[in-house]
């Protein structure tokens, strides 16, 4: 019987060469490397790959050259493919439905980030309270002025985070991960709002407190963190702002496009926030410039969940759902997976 086929999109293994040789033991392995759009339709409509079975990203940075991953391509996968398993938590460059509608499983990799995502979101979290971006820039001018300003003007506006409230929109891995730092780390109280509540084991285990509506949880929190996955629209629009407690913070470290970054600025420029910490931006890689030169605001390259223990979780994770799929039926980390017709996998 011949073995199933996976096509290995982007740059060759780093780190994890002995599951890659199981991988290479139990399958046939075929390789895009990093082609252009072009050149991958070209190759998919010619079947250079042949039927293969399973698409395997490993890395973030290499084998998405060829652009969104929507219809265009989706249409000319073949049949035989089942599961596409990639690097990266967020999959707003795929059509997962559209996937779905195929029978291909999509597998994020988001397990293999939650730590660095969630370290992330602490420092930008705090940042927000003690308004260290302020202090830093004040420091690289070298201008004794700002130095003065900043060390007298600082401490008297800022607060430690313990005691306040940290509401977080959407309890996922990562949310999860940062109410767990944030309630041990800093002795924040915390709130969250997403469609499914989580058992109320983990809510017992950080004190956490469900609430029923966005808008609940907007005027409630002290600092509010963005955590969830992109739904194809802004969910934190300029109405959102104004119903945040006066004088509260907002960190994003899920998606910019979620985010009306208007609506965000005018809040900040009236006040009504007092500061917000950015991992991610509406038009990447460009950055608002108000925001950028705004010192009250962090702004970050979307690096997050990005570290090098998260690209070797990445490698791995991505083997280890094509290994499971094929060998059990289920793979580990499924997007999509509610969307389809088990019968049909």
């Not at 570290?307 to 759902?321: Q, R």
Request: some cysteine.
């Amino acid at each position: 019987m011949p073995k199933p086929i996976v096509l290995h999109l982007g740059d060759d293994i780093r780190w994890n060469h002995g599951l890659y040789q199981e991988l290479q033991q139990s399958f046939d392995i075929v390789r895009s490397y990093s082609m252009k759009r072009p050149e991958f339709i070209e190759a998919l409509k010619s079947k250079k790959f042949g039927d293969f079975n399973a698409i395997y990203r490993p890395f973030w940075n290499t084998g998405g050259e060829m652009g969104p991953f929507n219809d265009e391509l989706i249409s000319l996968l073949p049949s035989s493919c089942k599961i596409y398993a990639s690097a990266g938590a967020g999959f707003d460059w795929v059509d997962t439905v559209r996937l779905a509608k195929n029978n291909i499983i999509y597998c994020n990799s988001a397990d293999a980030c939650t730590e660095s995502a969630a370290d992330a979101a602490l420092y930008l979290i705090l940042n927000t309270f003690r308004r260290f971006t302020q202090s830093a820039l004040a420091a690289r001018s070298l201008d004794p002025e700002q130095f003065r300003v900043a060390t007298s003007s600082i401490p008297a506006m800022t607060h430690n985070p313990a005691g306040h409230v940290l509401g977080v929109i959407g309890m996922g891995r990562i949310g999860l991960r940062v109410a767990q730092k944030a309630y041990a780390a800093f002795g924040m109280k915390i709130l969250y709002y997403d469609v499914v509540r989580k058992p109320s084991k983990l809510e017992e285990e950080i004190k956490a407190t469900f609430v029923n509506t966005l808008d609940e949880l907007l005027a409630m929190s002290d600092c509010t963190l963005l955590a969830t996955p992109y739904v194809g629209d802004i969910l934190v629009k300029r109405e959102h702002f104004l119903k945040m407690k006066e004088g509260s913070r907002f960190v994003n470290i899920a998606r910019g496009k979620l985010v009306d970054e208007d609506g965000l600025i005018a809040a900040l420029e009236s006040n009504h926030l007092f500061a917000a910490g950015l991992d991610v931006h509406f038009d990447e890689p460009h950055v608002n410039p108000k925001l950028a030169h705004m010192i009250n605001v962090e702004v970050q390259c979307h690096i997050g969940g990005g570290s090098l223990e998260s690209h070797m979780g990445f490698e791995k994770l991505g083997m280890e759902n094509i290994m499971s799929f094929f060998k059990t039926g289920q793979p580990i980390s499924p997007v999509n997976m509610h969307l389809i017709d088990q019968s049909k996998l």
